[in-house]
């Protein structure tokens, strides 16, 4: 089974996780922030994940180290749960559609880290959400995973649209990317012959 169950204990947040890639987008999410739970239902539901998180932060100070640290633990549980990565597709890709808004995601599990955040965000806050911590979440996720990950923004103004496309559209491009592939079954999918 493709699982994995992360625990991260810091002085700023203690965060427990446990990720099932072959779910059906069960989740019960406890972040602290009612809009990051949100936006985590949506990358979870259209991943066809199981998700479950409790974290406890400081946010007293502000969400940004539950945030960036939800990513951090979210990335070791993906890499932890993909072992070796073989048998996946290892690229997987979405251009999604949010009322106004028009989303591009690409994914590749390379085991090579890289951001491309092409993203307009015109507003600071989103609720209780700063609207910059949603790149921090995606570098945090990027940096854990090891992954190369693109997201432009090709169109849309709403902020709230435009973040609900980001996760919805990475939800759905590392679905793609973390299912099995029955062509490259029980091979890595790298002339390399492994993808660290």
Known sequence: ?????????????????????????????????GFLDHMLELFTVHGRFDL??????????DLHHTVEDIGITLGDAFSEALGNKRGIRRYGSNILPMDEVLMLCAVDLSGRCHLNFDVSLSREKVG?????????????LCRHLRATVHIKQMAGENCHHIIEAIFKALGRSLGAATD???????????????LV
């Not at 479950?52 to 100070?61: A, F, M, R, S, Y």
């Not at 890595?188 to 492994?194: A, Q």
Request: aromatic share 6%.
């Open 1 to 33: 089974m493709r699982k994995a169950d992360i625990q991260r204990h810091t002085r700023e947040t203690q965060i427990e996780l446990s990720l099932n890639l072959d779910g059906t987008g069960k989740h019960d999410l406890r972040s602290g922030s």
């Open 52 to 61: 479950t998180l409790e974290c406890h932060g400081d946010t007293h100070v």
């Open 128 to 140: 209780d959400f700063d609207t910059e911590l949603v790149k921090e979440f995606s570098l945090a």
């Open 180 to 194: 099995i592939d029955r062509k490259y079954f029980q091979e890595i999918p790298s002339t390399k012959g492994i």
